[in-house]
């Protein structure tokens, strides 16, 4: 039976997250410190050398993006770090619980991440309806300034950054990083085009590094133990741990950090507790709306970014939708279908019309009165019309759970 193997989760639940002093107990800012006695270029080399992937949903190499950005320009006035605290896809709830149960770790590892980049500002990005992790790192903020962690010439390291914290308004397409930089500039959150990228032109223009909160939040393990340690953990292509929120059929829901290649059957059934009422497993959503529906035959497939692509499915958040036997996937689907409809921006024709179209060549099959593969085999026709020429990656998701659904369950709508 599998077991948990906790490291960016190690302190959730065992220390008072109001309290500097706690975190400080268990070792807290000495990634910090060691950091800040070496140069910002080893910092990068060591997140190269540990291979962790973003944790956000793309799976990027950390390191990669951070001496990207270092190395945009050699002069800017100014240069930026952004954590995406926006975790908007559904049935994705870890960064929330990183912020309320350790937001001080969530403060390290941007501080860190900060240096080796020569940011001058750090933004946290958070959705707006997360009030408790608001509180919370708002309090861990006073406190890190007040400890001389966050503010001029830190622990007397010649480095200076400030960290503020932006709400953003509900939209899931703000969660986009391009999308997220119009929004903290006071614009709507309308997508720009990539390239350039956010490390050459981010926020205002200048160099900007954007992380999502378990990747920053993995940081400070990686410095204080080493990247050697970090990168023999977990599966080859992604090594490490990933957090996994486990909803909907299951026994006990909640949220699990694993190394990465644990198998989908360990999740749902060592860590879950199983399927509910005993029922059988049908299927699995795995990554959110913007993800993958997989049957019994990926049980047993180790979940990593790449593995899993070879079956057709993603990682993305690490969201995990568990659906039993008697879960109807019709539903499902159909609700899918209309969170892109309602989240499409309207900039691009196709994703704005494609989307609301979807949902009504869906309706047929919602209502059980069709032959599913013909209609799926239209559906993924346009999707994959939609990703081709819409502007940003919501225009390309809806591919993404139909093609699945396709490839496993055609013949089970
Ligand atoms: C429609 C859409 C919504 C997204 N929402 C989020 C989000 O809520 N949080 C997040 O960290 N990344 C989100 N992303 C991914 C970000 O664009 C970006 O890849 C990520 O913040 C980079 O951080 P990482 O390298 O640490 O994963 C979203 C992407 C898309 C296309
Ligand atoms: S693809 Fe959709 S969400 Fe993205 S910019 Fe175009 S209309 Fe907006």
């Excluded at 240069?79 to 403060?107: Q, S, W, Y």
């Excluded at 036997?325 to 689907?333: G, K, N, P, Y």
Aim: aromatic content about 8%; hydrophobic content about 40%.
């Amino acid at each position: 039976m599998i077991k948990e193997r906790r490291i960016t989760l190690k302190n959730a639940g065992k220390i008072d997250p109001e309290k500097i002093s706690d975190y400080i107990r268990t070792g807290g800012y000495r990634a910090l410190e060691k950091a800040l006695q070496q140069s910002p270029a080893a910092i990068i080399g060591e997140m190269l050398q540990s291979s962790l992937r973003g944790r956000g949903g793309a799976g990027f190499s950390t390191g990669l993006k951070e001496k990207f950005t270092s190395e945009a320009s050699k002069t800017p006035e100014e240069r930026f770090l952004v954590c995406n605290a926006d975790e908007g896809e559904p049935g994705t709830f870890k960064d929330r619980i990183i912020m309320e149960k350790d937001p001080h770790r969530v403060i390290e590892g941007i501080l860190i991440a900060a240096y080796s980049i020569g940011a001058t500002r750090a933004f946290i990005y958070i959705r707006g309806e997360y009030y408790k992790s608001i509180r919370r790192l708002t309090t861990a903020v006073e406190q890190a300034r007040d400890a001389g962690y966050i503010g001029e010439n830190i622990l007397g390291s010649g480095y200076s950054v400030s960290v503020g914290i932006r709400l953003g308004a509900g939209s899931y397409l703000c969660g986009e990083e391009l999308t997220m930089l119009e929004s903290l500039e006071g614009k709507r959150g309308y997508p720009r085009i990539k390239p350039p990228f956010p490390a050459e032109k981010g926020l205002f223009g200048f160099p900007t590094l954007v992380n999502n909160v378990e990747t920053l939040a993995t940081i400070p393990a990686i410095i204080t133990r080493g990247a050697k340690w970090y990168a023999a953990l977990g599966a080859e292509d992604s090594p490490g741990t990933k957090i996994f929120t486990l909803s909907g059929d299951v026994k006990n829901p909640g949220y699990f950090e694993v190394e990465t290649g644990t198998r989908l059957r360990q999740l749902i059934f060592d860590l879950a507790g199983g399927i509910k009422n005993d029922e059988k497993f049908k299927a699995a959503l795995i990554g959110g709306a913007a993800g993958t529906f997989v049957d019994e035959t990926v049980l047993d497939t180790p979940m990593s970014y790449d593995l899993l692509k070879s079956k057709g499915a993603v990682l993305g958040s690490g969201a995990v939708i568990v659906l039993s036997e008697t879960a109807s996937l019709r539903e499902i689907t159909r609700s899918i279908l209309e969170f892109f409809k309602h989240e499409s921006c309207g900039k691009c024709v196709l994703c704005r019309v494609g989307t609301a179209h979807l949902v009504q060549m869906f309706q047929p099959l919602a209502e059980g009165i069709a032959d599913p593969e013909p209609i799926l085999a239209k559906m993924i026709q346009k999707a994959e019309y939609m990703a081709q020429t819409s502007l940003c990656p919501l225009g390309q998701s809806p591919m993404l759970p139909l093609r699945s659904l396709n490839r496993y369950f055609s013949n089970q709508l």
